[in-house]
T-cell receptor
Framework: GQSLEQPSEVTAVEGAIVQINCTYQ??????LSWYQQHDGGAPTFLSY????GLEETGRFSSFLSRSDSYGYLLLQELQMKDSASYFC???????????FGAGTRLAVHP | EPEVTQTPSHQVTQMGQEVILRCVPI?????FYWYRQILGQKVEFLVS????????KSEIFDDQFSVERPDGSNFTLKIRSTKLEDSAMYFC?????????????FGDGTRLSIL
């Protein structure tokens, strides 16, 4: 089977840095993705890691360690608009279906 | 920027009725997906579609569900006889190539409410 674990909630203040961790167990692994979802909205792609290491995209970075079955999303210079749910998702299957974690709700306060 | 569009945004239906959820994927994309999200829960994979056939489906995607690409632009999800537990947000997604680093792009979803 496949399962992903991530914290249910994280709280931070504007301007701070927050790290959202994700551990996974999968029968086949093709990469770890991160998606952002605002309440009532669509999941929006943030980042993908297929290989070990750090990927940086603006204020967001994502890290993967395949040997540890672990990854994280790092959000820097937090803004109020970053308040949302963040999902890690593994790619599985030949046509790369996404298997999502339960999501981490990030609340950014002034 | 091209986007995935879904209609309707909200569908209210009596239990036992058939519903069709519609999606227009990004025009040059080849891989299509349906996901659902029950309120407050995670996004769950339903089905993937490529080359005019289902490539994979989950346990959720039972005989009451079907998908179709009736023309070159639309991708539909049909639920034949809806149940109360089908109430959820349904997301369509598409991607261009099979490369694993190609992201899936999601539509804004259809909120399905079964009464």
């Amino acid at each position: 089977g496949q399962s992903l674990e991530q914290p249910s909630e994280v709280t931070a203040v504007e301007g701070a840095i927050v790290q959202i961790n994700c551990t996974y167990q999968t029968s086949g692994f093709y990469g770890l993705s991160w998606y952002q979802q605002h309440d009532g909205g669509a999941p929006t792609f943030l980042s993908y890691n297929g290989l070990d290491g750090l990927e940086e995209t603006g204020r967001f970075s994502s890290f993967l360690s395949r040997s540890d079955s672990y990854g994280y999303l790092l959000l820097q210079e937090l803004q109020m608009k970053d308040s949302a749910s963040y999902f890690c998702a593994v790619l599985g299957g030949g046509y790369n279906k996404l298997i999502f974690g339960a999501g981490t709700r990030l609340a950014v306060h002034p | 920027e091209p986007e995935v569009t879904q209609t309707p945004s909200h569908q209210v239906t009596q239990m036992g009725q058939e519903v069709i959820l519609r999606c227009v994927p990004i025009s040059n994309h080849l891989y299509f997906y349906w996901y659902r999200q029950i309120l407050g829960q995670k996004v769950e994979f339903l089905v993937s579609f490529y080359n005019n056939e289902i490539s994979e489906k989950s346990e959720i995607f039972d005989d009451q569900f079907s998908v179709e690409r009736p023309d070159g632009s639309n991708f539909t999800l049909k639920i034949r006889s809806t149940k109360l537990e089908d109430s959820a947000m349904y997301f369509c997604a598409s991607r261009g190539r099979a490369d694993s680093n190609q992201p899936q792009h999601f539509g804004d979803g259809t909120r399905l409410s079964i009464l």
